[in-house]
């Protein structure tokens, strides 16, 4: 047999999955295995990079094995990771000084509070406040990149996922750790840049576009790593940071598996899952439904400055051109189908959450409002509690869980509705993947409530697919966009049916809930 076949590794947090494609984008066998956290202290969430390495091995050895391909077949590999998880090690040992420190990780909540609330970070609210002000009168002004910089500024803030904070913490606290770095020993990277050099034998140490972007290292303006942005954890000081490279390119290759295999792909999970789910065209929208949702909306060429508190990033880099996105994160969502089987033990598994909403007509008045760890896109409103409001005697079992699954598409609406207002663009379309959209009552409400189509792919699982279409473009057996348009199935369309004052009065009482919901805590 010819080499024919794709593989990728798609590092999720949970877990890690080795799959390989055929030709046509079809699964020929897939492995998962669960990947173990760490969590050392309340608010700690760590993960052994060593482990995450060699479970990402073990698992495409097994999919290799069950598609009985041999590593001679398979084309190229892509790889499609979680975003911002950092981690540190020595270049000539490679072994990492400490765990990776993981995307939900909170141990630097105070430092991030603290540098939020100084004078650097106030004044840059001020200026960026200033300046969208004055752009608001000309457009010009918000067309170039430092106008640009100074809008999104006036609503930036730190955070403790990001991969800067992660690392001024390894510095400070691992010992040797610093001493290393000034001798120019460290290397920094996220989980992508760490497999890569491994799958390597050290030989790549780079990242890519969508990935850097993500890290709040990086400047999607003016495309560079950002001095402003890491100042404030006096970064990168002696740390080596990685080469940045083309989503769909060139990242060496892996000996790993007994055959040379070229690494064609390195890509964010969520930027990954706008390219699977081919949102090529400018304004196309993915919305991944999984523990939380993450939508996101192609912008083109051009980054944009969100004044209604979007992320702008970069999608991806390939053949010379950048393409945007915005992002809007909803942080619980199918946690709150997990919330009503666990916690409340209203439901026995979460699929069942469908044939409970449909067995009612309403919630009758109802709404949740899941906001367990504060409300993310469009509000930030760390001190949002959840929230289940206008019950009634004749409330019942099956309309809360109704209510809770309508909240997952208020939340998309939310975001749409500000993703809309920041680009102009009326969203028609929206396509949705992730393990939460297998729900055909939850995806008609979405296309209800947001007055859109909603499409359902064949493959549930876009962020791999999307490595895979990349992989396979620099590997040349597929056209960009022509053979991505043809290859990927549709399994389901959803279209609107619901009276426009019926969507309204149901909004506006979610926008009330939410109200209710606001600066809790
Ligand atoms: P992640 O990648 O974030 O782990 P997945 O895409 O695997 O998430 O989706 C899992 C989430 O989707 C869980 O939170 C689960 O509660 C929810 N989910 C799975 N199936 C359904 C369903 N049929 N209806 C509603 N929610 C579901």
Redesign the pocket.
């Known amino acids: 047999m010819s080499e024919d076949f794709i593989l990728v590794n798609d590092v999720?947090t949970?877990g890690t999955r080795a799959i390989i494609y055929d030709r046509n984008a079809g699964v020929i066998a897939e492995s998962y295995s669960e990947l173990p956290q760490v969590f050392p202290k309340p608010g700690w969430t760590e993960q052994d990079p060593v482990g995450i390495y060699e479970k990402c091995v073990e698992v495409t050895r097994e999919a290799l094995k069950s598609a009985g391909v041999g590593p001679e077949q398979i084309l190229a590999m892509g790889i499609a990771t979680q975003r911002t998880t950092s981690m540190l090690w020595d270049r000539n040992t490679g072994e990492p000084v400490y765990n990776a420190i993981t995307w939900q990780d909170t141990r630097m909540s105070d430092e991030c509070e603290r540098i939020n609330r100084s004078l650097y970070f106030k004044s840059l609210h001020v200026i960026g406040g200033a300046f969208q002000g004055v752009a608001s009168l000309s457009k010009s002004l918000k067309r170039n990149a430092l106008g640009k910089m100074l809008i999104t500024a006036a609503h930036f803030t730190i955070t403790p996922a990001m991969s800067s904070a992660h690392a001024r913490w390894l510095l400070d606290n691992v010992e040797g750790a610093a001493e290393k770095a000034r001798a120019g020993d460290l290397l920094f990277g996220t989980v992508d840049t760490w497999l890569l050099w491994n799958y390597t034998g050290g030989k790549t140490h780079a990242t890519d576009f969508s990935n850097v972007s993500a890290t709040g290292m990086y400047d999607p303006f003016q495309m560079k790593w950002s001095t402003e942005l890491m100042k404030p954890f006096k970064l990168p000081g002696d740390l080596v940071l990685p080469e940045i490279r083309e989503t769909s390119g060139d990242f060496g290759t892996t000996d790993v598996f007994g055959h040379p295999i070229p690494i064609k792909c390195v890509v964010a999970d969520q930027q990954a899952a706008l390219f699977g789910e081919a949102c090529f065209e400018v304004g196309s929208v993915k919305c991944t439904?999984?523990?939380?949702t993450f939508i996101d909306m192609n912008t083109g060429d051009e980054p944009v400055a969100s004044v209604h508190k979007m992320t702008p990033m970069i999608a991806w880099k390939m053949r010379g051109e950048t393409t945007y996105m915005l992002e809007g994160i909803i942080s619980s969502a199918?946690?709150s189908?997990?919330f009503l089987r666990d916690n409340l033990k209203l439901i026995k598994e979460?699929?069942e959450?469908?044939s409970l909403a449909l067995s009612t007509d309403d919630t009758g008045g109802v709404y949740v409002v899941p906001a367990f760890t504060g409300l993310s896109a469009p509000y930030w409103d760390p001190f949002a509690r959840g929230t289940v409001i206008g019950l009634t005697r004749a409330t019942t079992r099956e309309q809360v869980v109704r209510a809770t699954?309508e909240s997952i598409a208020y939340q998309c609406k939310d975001v749409v509705a500000a993703m809309e207002k920041d680009t102009g663009i009326r969203v028609c379309d929206i396509k949705a993947d992730?393990?939460?959209s297998?729900?055909d009552f939850?995806l008609q409400f979405l296309a209800d409530i947001l007055d859109t189509d909603v499409e359902r792919p064949e493959i549930l699982e876009a962020t791999a697919l999307g490595a895979a279409y990349f992989a396979g473009i620099a590997a040349g057996i597929w056209e960009f966009p022509d053979d991505i348009l043809r290859i990927r199935g549709v399994e389901r369309e959803f279209k609107p049916d619901m009276p426009s004052e019926t969507r309204g009065s149901l909004y506006a009482g979610w926008k009330k809930a939410v109200g209710r919901a606001q600066h809790w805590a």
């Open positions: 999720g949970t439904n999984g523990t939380g199918g946690s189908i997990q979460a699929a959450s469908e699954l992730g393990g939460a297998q729900n939850l």
